[in-house]
C-alpha cells in the first residue's frame, strides 16, 4: 500500500473515537487500509467490489498489527457502528467493514479539483485587478495629457552664446615681442590651473607691469610660470620687499667687516702724559707699564 489520507481536526470533537488510544488507533488504521477506488475481492466465497472507503479485514489481523487484544479489537468495532461511524458484515473468516462519510473526508481527487478551483479563481481575481489597474492608469495618463497638436509647443530658447573677453589693452610701453610672448604664455598657464585671467586682473596687472618696464615684467612671469604660481611678484625683482624684516643687513660675501681697533697703549705715543691708566695694566718702574 501507498499514498496518504486526510486526517480532519475534526476528529479531536468525536468521543467514540478519541475515547482512548486504542481507539483512535482503531480507527486510523481503518482509514489507511480503507481502498480509494473500486477493486474487486473474494468475500464469502463470492467476488464482490469495494468501492472507496471499504475494506476486508479480520479481528485478527488488527490485533495482530496493533498489538491490541481481539476482544477489545471487537467492542471498540461493535462502538463504531453502534455510533454509525462505521457498517460491517462477518463471516466465519472475515469481516466487511464500510466507513460512513469516507467520500466526504477522503475523496482526494475532489479536494484538489476544489484547492485548483480556489487557486484559480484567487489568480483571476488577482490578474483582473492587475489589468484594471493598467485601464485606470492609462485613463488618467490620457486624461493629463491633451493630444499633440492642440497647444502650441513651447519656444525653443536660443542656446546662450559665451562672454567674449575684451581683449588686451596693453600699455605701449610693453609692446615688446618677448613681453607679448610671455603674457600669451602667463594667459595659458592660468587657464591650465583653471583660474582664467578675468578683464579686471588683467588690467590690474598690465598696470603693475608698465610700471616697472618690459624687462623686470618678463622676468617676473617668466618665474612665477617655472614655479607653477598663480600669481606675479614683481617686487622681488624689483629689490621691493612686500613685507617688513626685523633682520641686520649682512656684509656682501668677500668683503671684511669693519670694526673699530682696540686701544693698545703701549703704541700710544701719549701714553702716561697725563693720560688715565687703562684697564688690565700694571706700573713698571720708570713709568712704564706691563699688560696683564
Sequence with gaps: MNGWIS??????????????????????????????????????????????GELITSRKSISSKLKIQESKIERILKAFESEQQIEQQTSNACRLVKLVNYAEYQNIKQQDEQRMNNERTTDEQRMNTHNKGIRNNKEIREQSFEPKGSCPEPE???????????????????????????????????????????????????????????????????DSIEKGYT?????????????????????????PIKTEPLYNPF????????????????????GEYERL
Excluded at 480532519?8 to 487500509?33: E, G, M, Q
Excluded at 481502498?35 to 464482490?48: A, D, P, Q, R, V
Excluded at 610672448?181 to 598690465?206: A, I, S, Y
Excluded at 701714553?271 to 684697564?279: A, E, R, Y
Design 7 to 52: 486526517l480532519h481536526r475534526k476528529i479531536l470533537d468525536n468521543p467514540v473515537v478519541c475515547k482512548d488510544s486504542d481507539y483512535f488507533a482503531v480507527w486510523v488504521y481503518l482509514i489507511l487500509t480503507a481502498t480509494h477506488e473500486g477493486m474487486y475481492k473474494l468475500f464469502k466465497k463470492e467476488k464482490i467490489l469495494l468501492n472507496p
Design 156 to 222: 525653443k530658447s536660443a542656446p546662450k552664446k559665451p562672454k567674449k573677453s575684451q581683449p588686451d589693452e596693453i600699455p605701449q610701453n610693453l609692446q615688446t615681442p618677448e613681453f607679448l610672448e610671455v603674457w600669451e604664455e602667463w594667459k595659458q598657464h592660468r587657464r591650465e590651473k583653471k583660474q582664467t585671467l578675468t578683464d579686471t586682473t588683467k588690467k590690474k596687472q598690465l598696470k603693475s607691469f608698465s610700471e616697472v618696464g618690459p624687462d623686470v615684467a618678463v622676468m617676473a612671469i617668466s
Design 231 to 255: 600669481g606675479v611678484f614683481v617686487k622681488n625683482f624689483t629689490g621691493q620687499n612686500s613685507t617688513k624684516t626685523n633682520k641686520k643687513p649682512e656684509t656682501p660675501k668677500g668683503e
Design 267 to 286: 703704541t700710544d705715543p701719549n701714553f702716561g702724559k697725563g693720560t688715565v691708566i687703562p684697564k688690565n695694566t700694571i706700573e713698571l718702574k720708570d
